[in-house]
């Protein structure tokens, strides 16, 4: 087999805030996002991925686990939100008060130098 007839990708999970793993992959060319995520093992080392459809992306763009594989893709396994992100919004607006966020905010005066 030619070197060139291999690709090389990563695939990336973060199982949860700030733990990322992140596996590099030599694959033969025209395999698919599902062969990586195979190969990555991912699925053996955290069953929950196994159980729920997988969501995955390449450089931040859905795709599915058919999709043929590029040289040096980054290929992202999406874990389901917790929160929907429009309510979590609603709510620290809600804690912080209307006059200390966005547009409400109080603008501090300038201190002058003392002479």
Do not use: C
């Not at 973060?14 to 699925?43: F, K």
């Not at 309510?87 to 409400?104: D, H, N, P, S, Y």
């Amino acid at each position: 087999m030619a070197s060139d007839s291999r690709i090389e990708v990563n695939v990336v999970y973060s199982p949860r805030a700030r733990e990322v793993r992140e596996i590099s992959l030599h694959l033969p060319a025209g395999s698919t996002a599902g062969h990586a995520l195979q190969a990555s093992g991912l699925l053996r080392l955290f069953p929950t991925l196994d159980q729920a459809p997988v969501l995955l992306g390449i450089w931040g763009r859905r795709v599915d686990l058919g999709q043929t594989l590029l040289a040096n893709d980054r290929i992202e396994i999406y874990r389901p939100l917790s929160v929907d992100p429009k309510e979590a919004r609603r709510k620290r607006f809600v804690g912080q008060g209307a006059r200390t966020a966005g547009l409400f905010v109080k603008k501090r005066a300038l201190i002058k130098a003392r002479d």
